[in-house]
């Protein structure tokens, strides 16, 4: 019998008692263990950025994060997610595919949370391990330069 470790996670808000394997990433916890799909499975190498998620306000490569190393945490994914940048995403038109869309929105709730980002290319650069493959990169930072103008940085 294999070993399963009982975990803790805060997700969305909600409470949940997993009893996981040690080497399921937090991604598979989220998707096939919580049936939280939002969070897309991309390169499932850490390279891509369509699997972020916040963890304790930060933003984190959920595919290359062990679930048990986050015991206790509080994880929110994009079904949990009420920001500005929902509404600038659709009025930017920052999606094509939008497969990579949650783990966009995350990832800038998370860098606008960080505060490094001043100019249009810093955002770019803090957002470059989000990669939009439909080509909507230029669409993706003017809707978080528009919250970031707008002082809602949540």
């Known amino acids: 019998m294999e070993n399963f470790r009982q975990i803790n996670l805060l997700v969305n808000k909600q409470p949940y008692t997993l009893a996981i394997k040690p080497y399921v990433s937090l991604l598979d916890a989220l998707r096939d263990y919580l049936d939280l799909t939002g969070t897309k499975k991309g390169c499932d190498h850490g390279q891509c950025g369509a699997c972020t998620v916040l963890v304790n306000g930060n933003r984190v490569l959920s595919c290359i994060t062990l679930a048990v190393m986050k015991d206790g945490a509080e994880i929110t994914t994009i079904e949990g997610i009420d920001h500005p940048l929902q509404n600038t995403f ?5 999606f094509q595919c939008g497969y990579c869309t949650p783990g966009q929105i995350c990832s800038a709730i998370g860098m606008l949370r960080e505060g490094k980002a001043h100019s249009r290319a810093e955002v770019a650069e803090l957002m470059s391990g989000n ?19 707008g002082g809602s940085n949540e």
């Open 90 to 94: 659709i009025e930017h038109d920052a």
């Open 131 to 149: 990669l939009c493959r439909c080509g909507a990169s230029m669409q993706i930072i003017d809707a978080i330069m528009e919250v970031k103008s």
